[in-house]
């Protein structure tokens, strides 16, 4: 019999727990390339050397492993086990010069981003909760709204399996949700469209709203499509328009000061259609000093504007007022220039309007006509949605067969995450009464994935090869389905969303929701959970992140370091190496399938990128953010090759970012000149 309790390094007694053991070898097993099964065997050891025990302490049950793993022959993995606890050790020691309690041992960088962003302070400032605290709090505020349909044990059901997932950061939510869960504010989204009228009370009515999401924690969207262009008539003064890009300022500078209560950078979206006559200055407004900080812009392009640029043939500009034209302008010269301005500073990225609104679940409320920051999530006005994600990368298992995807932890966690999305919207207290009505109108949810890069790594596969693609395709639509699956059991259970009659659902099943799956870009959760953003594949193996505040944290890609030790190549001398590019296919002393599988965003082909988005968006209700990321060395007409691959195979949108096109970039290769950064930063959104 193995021990009743255990006693932890700060006198608490608890139950005896089988499975931590078994998940402490695993990771450690996985370090070096070895087989899960593992942890079973090593588990079944220590207790046989514990067995005349009542208690243990901590350090009798790791002195135990370490005995049991050099029993079953398994010297590699012991060495792995020893280096985890002295990194622990470490670990700890850190974190309580940050003034948090490590109780889920999650580690130094993570301990720091949530210091700085999510745990609860008391009135003086000090951290009032352990990371423990922090995911029980969120998994209880969010479970809470179950009881609307359910009972108590239900609603403590779910809240437990909501706290498992997060706590082994398998799903996790947005960071409003984390932020603000079971606080006063209450505000659970990220994402928000607001309508921009053409006039000065419907101009700064929206800018009031925004003021107040920002404060929240979201991140707000808006068209300046409708706003007379610049120089047009203003009949009730007599004036001339200052045209959308003036207004765009204010709100930019109204960003500035909210700040998002100093934990997130406030973000925004703007978009202006391409026949909007001050089109040109839009595409230029980036290029142009340090201008729109804090806005990530978009040109509209319909399907017509893209075939006018092809042909390289001139089209309508029309005026918003009137609705007629007011020009004409060379499509060509026009996609030259967004192709210029993106080439030069990221900007503006293209937003593929017509293909949007043929996606659009509720035609009969109207066009849809911007998105949120960073372009997954399209919205009708008013419209909010909260995101989450899965972690393909813990999706993966391990046997003596060898490394496939787990599918049915998949299908589990993707159930797991739509249930806890629509607990959100119910529980979520909206900024205005608009936004609380477009809402829940329409149920609108994200549900997407994180990890992609990390899961390829593990299964062996390059993100630029046909086999990488068809497996994200492949992943994605099992997604999608199990998501579906899920909304429409929701729907019998507590009603379908009440715009479902006018919905492209009509007719068929009911749904609760009327969008389900997104790919969010997961910023800051990719780095809570320990693995790849979104579906990026890795930018380094070895990189510097830029913080909010200008700090930086180094990055390594968990995956690399692990088959590098279990083929044994792991050294100082290689890592040193690696950090100077970031990459390994220029290191020809490695075997040839390590430097085809560990792919980095400046290895891959431009292609490459989009074909995955593709591949993604082929089965995901919304959109699917994404960066090509292209070398220092590319053109203007790559750029422009880029957003013309997108449209064809059928994205929503497509963003481009040159290595080294902006002073400040979020992520960075760590040379040389790089030593010696502190990159104990505060941990706040790196970008949007």
């Keep these: ?113 949530l210091e700085a962003r999510y745990l609860r302070r008391d009135e003086e400032g000090r951290i009032a909760e352990t990371p423990r605290e922090f995911f029980s709090r969120v998994a209880h505020a969010v479970a809470e709204a179950e009881l609307e349909w359910s009972g108590d044990d239900e609603r403590a059901r779910l809240e437990e399996e909501f706290f498992e997932a997060m706590t082994r950061r398998e799903f996790l939510p947005n960071s409003p949700a984390l932020m603000n869960a079971g606080t006063r504010l209450g505000q659970l989204a990220a994402c928000f469209v607001l309508p921009v009228e053409d006039s000065i009370d419907g101009i700064f009515t929206t800018l009031s709203a925004m003021a107040k999401i920002h404060q929240s924690g979201g991140g707000t969207g808006f068209s300046f499509s409708r706003l007379r262009p610049k120089g047009d008539v203003v009949a009730s003064t007599g004036g001339v328009a200052s045209g959308p890009l003036s207004f765009m300022g204010v709100y930019d500078e109204t960003t500035d000061v909210i700040r998002q209560g100093g934990r997130r950078r406030g973000a925004n979206m703007g978009t202006l259609r391409a026949d909007h006559p001050d089109i040109m200055d839009f595409v230029r407004a980036k290029t142009e000093g340090d201008r729109l900080t804090n806005f990530n812009i978009s040109v509209a392009a319909t399907d017509a504007f893209l075939e006018a640029a092809a042909r390289g043939s001139d089209y309508d500009l029309v005026n918003p007022r009137t609705g007629k034209p007011s020009g004409r302008a060379n499509a060509g010269a026009v996609m030259d220039l967004v192709a210029a301005s993106a080439w030069g500073s990221g900007e503006p990225g293209m937003l593929f309007i017509d293909a949007v609104n043929r996606a659009n679940p509720t035609p009969s409320l109207g066009e849809i006509e911007s998105t949120n920051p960073c372009g997954e999530q399209p919205l009708l006005p ?91 395709g492949r992943v994605m639509a099992f997604v999608k389905k199990h998501a579906h699956a899920a909304s429409r059991e929701l729907a019998l259970a507590r009603g379908q969303f009440p715009n479902f009659p006018g919905s492209i659902w009509a007719g068929g099943d009911p749904m609760r929701n009327a969008a389900v799956t997104t790919v969010a870009p997961t910023g800051t959760i990719s780095l809570i959970a320990g693995t790849s953003s979104g579906i990026e594949p890795r930018f380094a193996l070895v990189a510097l992140r830029t913080l909010l505040a200008g700090s ?8 690399f370091e692990r088959a590098m030790r279990g083929r044994g190549l792991a050294s100082e001398e290689l890592m040193a190496e690696v950090s100077r590019s970031g990459s390994v296919r220029g290191i020809e002393a490695l075997p040839e399938d390590i430097r085809h599988v560990y792919a980095t965003a400046l290895d891959i082909a431009p292609e490459w990128h989009v074909r995955m988005q593709a591949a993604f968006q082929a089965h995901t209700d919304s959109a699917v ?64």
């Excluded at 930086?552 to 995956?559: F, I, K, S, Y």
């Design 552 to 559: 930086r944290m180094l990055e390594t890609a968990p995956a």
């Design 625 to 688: 953010s994404k960066t090509v990321n292209l070398p220092s060395g590319s053109t203007p007409a790559d750029v422009r090759n880029v957003f013309g691959l997108a449209h064809e195979l059928g994205c929503k949108g497509i963003t481009v970012y040159r290595y080294g096109s902006r002073r400040e970039q979020v992520l960075s290769l760590h040379g040389p000149r790089e030593v010696g950064i502190d990159f104990c930063g505060d941990g706040r959104d790196c970008g949007t």
């Design 382 to 472: 008013y419209e909010a949605c909260v995101l989450g994600s899965v972690n393909l990368a813990a999706c993966v298992g391990r046997s003596s067969d060898g490394t496939q995807v787990d599918w049915d932890k998949l299908a589990r966690l993707v159930r797991l995450g739509v249930r806890f999305l629509d607990d959100c919207i119910e529980a979520s207290r909206w900024p205005i009464e608009e936004i609380a009505c477009a809402t829940r109108g329409n149920r609108k949810m994200g549900l997407g994935v994180m990890g992609l890069a990390d899961m390829l790594f593990e299964l062996g596969l390059a993100y630029d090869s046909d086999e990488g693609v068809e497996l994200g």
């Design 1 to 113: 019999m193995p021990p009743k309790t255990v006693r932890k390094r700060n006198g608490r007694t608890v139950p005896y727990d089988r499975a931590r053991i078994a998940g402490a070898v695993r990771r450690a097993a996985r370090a070096v390339g070895a087989s899960d099964e593992l942890g079973r065997r090593a588990a079944d050891r220590v207790e046989a050397l514990l067995s005349e025990r009542e208690a243990a302490t901590v350090e009798e049950i790791q002195d135990a492993v370490e005995r049991a793993l050099i029993a079953l022959g398994a010297s590699e993995v012991a060495k792995a086990y020893i280096l985890y606890r002295s990194g622990r050790a470490a670990s700890r020691r850190a974190a309580g010069a940050l003034g948090v309690h490590d109780d889920l041992k999650l580690g130094l960088d993570v301990l720091r981003i």
